[in-house]
């Protein structure tokens, strides 16, 4: 069955920096589009970055541009997120979700704090 499976996250300064990991099984990964979300207590998801399936072309929301770089290894099956200039209002649990049909995939998550 499809998995994505997050980590990476934990407890860092303010301007430090943090790698997340998404591994993904059960599913063709080479042919789905990825992305991270990311949801803080009280607030809606929302989506941080996204990648296409070859890694041609990346999107990133204005917040975190200049900032994280979203990338994948297709012979890996795992898609990343490296986050430099980490700030406190980053922190929020961050997801993988793959771009499935007629369904999309998720991870269970994996918390970011950013505090000093």
């Known amino acids: 069955q499809a998995q994505l499976v997050e980590s990476g996250g934990g407890l860092v300064q303010p301007g430090g920096s943090l790698r997340l990991s998404c591994a993904a099984s059960g599913f063709t990964f080479t042919n789905y589009p990825m992305s991270w979300y990311r949801q803080a207590p009280g607030k809606e998801r929302e989506l941080v970055a996204f990648i296409t399936n070859t890694g041609g072309s990346t999107k990133y929301v204005d917040s975190v541009k200049g900032r994280f770089t979203i990338s994948r290894d297709n012979a890996k099956s795992t898609v990343y997120l490296q986050m430099h200039s980490l700030k406190p209002e980053d922190t929020a649990v961050y997801y993988c979700?793959?771009?499935?049909?007629?369904?999309?995939?998720w991870g269970q998550g994996t918390q970011v704090t950013v505090s000093s």
């Open positions: 979700k793959a771009y499935g049909w007629p369904i999309d995939y």
